[in-house]
């Protein structure tokens, strides 16, 4: 069965562009062209494809919005592969948070094109590496996430005010020796979901969704485990259902973000 593919863009030449390369590909069939996020919309609900291959910087409906939609209402399996000229972080981060399943500037090769067309559509394969980390540090940013130690500063002794005793030395913002740094990141009732949804993992699946935070292959994956490809697949399907995740991009993301992993460093 072919994959299917919708290809959304304001430029007509660029649409078809994408079309010529992706149709070239046997196993992929372009089925429609949109050329605005609202028209990419309409498109999704009347043709049902696999694969949206989404702009961003558009007339009228942006798609960052098309995919926010696309991807929020529940009611379509389309996967979102961002397309976009511009290597801005801003617009990487916010397209995967609006539900996109991969990335790709639009002076990759037509067999990256392809190729990102392919993972996209199984779910099986993450952003490139270099994406994939900025994502990764990008997550571990805020304070309270482990990363290289930094030495507490330790400033001139402070003086409390009523009392005229000396006050402990003031911790640097940011550094784990920062109240503020030791407080959830999340509220209560948040934390409480999250380690509700965590506990609902197998150990092995748990496994799993680590060895998915160092954006490995299933068939790494399974040699790292030392079990059949399948069965991977079989676990990785069971952590996005009970999570609640689309892909295996937002499995990485919701890792770091909920320390099951630490990056590195």
């Known amino acids: 069965m072919s994959i299917r593919v919708l290809v959304v863009d304001d430029q007509s030449l660029v649409r078809a562009g994408f079309r010529t390369i992706l149709d070239s590909e046997e196993g992929i069939e372009v089925v429609a062209e949109a050329a605005d996020g609202t028209a990419a919309i309409a498109a999704v609900a009347e043709f049902a494809p696999d694969v949206v291959c989404m702009?961003?910087?558009?007339?009228?409906?942006?798609?960052?919005?098309?995919?926010?939609?696309?991807?929020?209402?529940?009611?379509?399996?389309?996967?979102?592969?961002?397309?976009?000229?511009?290597?801005?972080?801003?617009?990487?981060?916010?397209?995967?948070?609006?539900?996109?399943?991969?990335?790709?500037?639009?002076?990759?090769?037509?067999?990256?094109?392809?190729?990102?067309?392919?993972?996209?559509?199984?779910?099986?394969?993450?952003?490139?590496?270099?994406?994939?980390?900025?994502?990764?540090?990008?997550?571990?940013?805020?304070?309270?996430?482990?990363?290289?130690?930094?030495?507490?500063?330790?400033?001139?002794?402070?003086?409390?005010?009523?009392?005229?005793?000396?006050?402990?030395?003031?911790?640097?913002?940011?550094?784990?020796?920062d109240p503020a740094a030791r407080a959830p990141v999340f509220g209560t009732e948040e934390a409480a979901e999250m380690t509700a949804e965590l506990a609902t993992l197998t150990d092995r699946e748990r496994e799993v969704l680590e060895l998915l935070a160092e954006g490995i292959s299933n068939a790494e994956i399974a040699q790292r485990m030392w079990v059949g490809e399948a069965t991977v697949k079989t676990h990785v399907s069971k952590v996005l259902m009970k999570l609640g995740l689309r892909d295996r991009v937002h499995a990485v993301v919701y890792a770091y973000e909920n320390g099951v992993v630490r990056p590195q460093g």
């Open 55 to 177: 702009d961003v910087q558009m007339p009228g409906m942006d798609g960052l919005e098309a995919t926010r939609r696309i991807t929020g209402d529940g009611t379509s399996a389309a996967a979102v592969l961002v397309l976009t000229t511009f290597n801005r972080e801003d617009y990487l981060f916010a397209a995967l948070e609006a539900g996109a399943s991969g990335f790709l500037l639009k002076n990759s090769s037509p067999e990256q094109l392809i190729e990102a067309v392919q993972v996209v559509a199984r779910g099986d394969a993450l952003l490139s590496p270099d994406v994939t980390r900025r994502v990764i540090e990008a997550v571990a940013r805020p304070v309270g996430r482990a990363g290289p130690q930094r030495h507490l500063e330790t400033p001139d002794p402070l003086t409390v005010p009523e009392t005229g005793r000396h006050a402990e030395p003031v911790p640097k913002a940011g550094t784990r020796d």
